[in-house]
């Protein structure tokens, strides 16, 4: 083991939307700061890959097994990269509603109110979108929070196939909105990320330092237990501990969650911050539903999302839960979470050569359904035998069910207006499984009461002064829109934090 002669004032474990966002903020401060990556960089040509590759091999997926409640192992799709999730998301950044941050009633229990409002993170929101280069429009969406400024640029024009279907969708009284998207303006990368907004910034500043390939194993307290004094990561075939004034964890919900717990010690038997014994609980992620429809003239494949109908958020007439986001899936041949669960395309995959699956998916439209979960402390990740176990059983089925059998009724209706698409008696969908882990929420929740919480509202933890936890871990609940602008809004916000922390 080797311990390594410098020191930093902070360490942040992790690349992703948190841990890339908050390394951008705190550069510009002249402090020492250490970034710790996994993965390596990845090659452009495996980014946002687009053509039937995607579905005949398992991409981005980990190098490794977890275990579901029923102890069968599955390969997380969860990228280890510079740039975390980032870089093989559809880059759909979108402000939680402002009603999300309060205590809303679904059909099974309630969601739980945020520490902080909407209106705390707006100005953060704001920054988020200009980092990261959001393509948007704030008109039109009647769930759309108000916003202190526009973004940045206007949004993309949609696929040609999609503007008839986006008027059939207003000739019903629906709002369809563009989606904002994160994208650099640039041919050969045009898809923006964490390490394209976060990390190259970042490095412009001699004070910051990467490592990649390099997986921190655990955290080591002083003897009194109340701080990190010691980051253990395996760096290639070494092993070096590296010490800080400050450590973030940024590896994601669950890996974060597992790091805590795999650091225990005698002052912390049940793991780091585990004092309310709720880490690594309250796993959370969306119910996902993709619904294909059949079009009636072929398309490249490669298109981006870029309608979002939010319509059904809040619910309807017939239902008063809320029931969840739609928006479009873009081109098939690049959606990699389509490609995880495609209905009808599952089997097919495995049988059908290269350009008989390619024509399946250029002749269709997949929409995805998004809801919400509520928390529930009995789904959780933790170690048992060495294995990491994913023990997550979903709920507020119904809610999704009815924005699954709606949306679909909306279809039906666009089909008698529109050209674009075929008449389709039936319409293809499929689940996405548990090994799409890539909006994984709330194992390490945020609050005001340590015995209902893991960290304080800075998302410092409550039993460890110098430890945080910027990624997914830190949300009490789980909205029906993705989570990567809350999480780096969120990062620039803790980043304002730790700036004021380091004047001290």
């Not at 841990?19 to 980014?47: C, F, H, V, Y």
């Not at 955290?219 to 237990?225: K, V």
């Not at 109340?226 to 092993?239: C, F, H, P, R």
């Not at 109908?309 to 979470?337: A, C, K, T």
């Amino acid at each position: 083991m080797i311990i390594d002669d410098q020191h930093y004032d902070i360490i942040i474990v992790g690349t992703g939307a948190g841990g890339g966002t908050l390394a951008q903020k705190l550069a510009p401060t002249g402090k020492r700061i250490l970034i710790l990556e996994r993965g390596d960089r990845m090659a452009l040509s495996e980014q946002n890959r687009a053509d039937v590759d995607v579905f005949k091999k398992e991409r981005y997926h980990a190098p490794e097994q977890w275990y579901d409640q029923e102890g069968e192992p599955f390969s997380p799709q969860t990228n280890y990269a510079v740039g975390g999730n980032t870089k093989v998301y559809s880059a759909t950044l979108m402000r939680m509603r402002d009603r999300d941050f309060t205590a809303v009633p679904h059909q099974e229990g309630i969601a739980p109110e945020w520490p902080f409002q909407y209106a705390d993170l707006e100005p953060y929101y704001t920054a988020a979108e200009q980092l990261y280069q959001v393509h948007g429009d704030t008109q039109g969406d009647p769930t759309e929070p108000e916003h202190s400024d526009g973004y940045p640029f206007p949004a993309i024009e949609h696929e040609l196939l999609m503007q008839p279907i986006i008027k059939g969708l207003s000739h019903q009284g629906l709002n369809p909105t563009p989606l904002p998207l994160s994208l650099t303006r640039q041919d050969d990368d045009p898809t923006g990320d964490s390490e394209v907004f976060g990390i190259e910034l970042a490095l412009k500043h001699d004070n910051v330092t990467l490592k990649t390939s390099a997986q921190v194993v655990a955290l080591h307290t002083d003897p009194s237990g109340k701080a990190i004094k010691g980051v253990q990561a395996e760096v290639g075939s070494q092993t070096i501990i590296f010490s800080a004034d400050i450590v973030v964890l940024a590896c994601g919900a669950v890996n974060s969650a597992i790091l805590l717990l795999d650091s225990a010690n005698d002052r912390h038997p049940q793991g780091l911050a585990n004092s309310s014994d709720l880490v690594g609980r309250h796993l959370m992620k969306q119910k996902l539903t993709v619904i294909v429809e059949k079009a009636a003239v072929t398309n490249s494949g490669e298109f981006p999302r870029t309608v979002s109908v939010n319509d059904f958020y809040w619910g309807n007439r017939d239902y008063e839960y809320p029931m969840g986001h739609i928006e479009n899936s873009g081109g098939l041949l690049q959606d990699v979470i389509f490609a995880e669960s495609p209905p009808l395309l599952s089997v097919l995959a495995q049988i059908l050569p290269g350009a008989r699956l390619k024509g399946l998916a250029i002749n269709s439209i997949g929409w995805w359904a998004q809801t919400g979960m509520l928390p529930d402390p009995n789904n959780r990740v933790q170690r048992q035998k060495g294995k990491l176990r994913f023990e997550f059983e979903p709920n507020n089925f119904e809610a999704h069910d009815r924005l699954v059998y709606q949306w679909i009724e909306v279809l039906k209706r666009v089909e008698l207006t529109t050209d674009t698409v075929k008449s389709n008696s039936i319409f293809p969908r499929g689940e996405a499984p548990i090994s799409v882990v890539g909006y994984q929420l709330g194992t390490c929740r945020m609050g005001t009461d340590p015995a209902t919480s893991v960290l304080d509202t800075h998302c410092r933890t409550h039993d460890i002064d110098n430890l945080y936890v910027v990624d997914g871990s830190f949300f009490p609940s789980c909205p029906a829109v993705g989570p990567a602008l809350t999480i780096m809004a969120n990062a620039l916000r803790v980043g304002d934090h730790l700036c004021d922390r380091l004047k001290g």
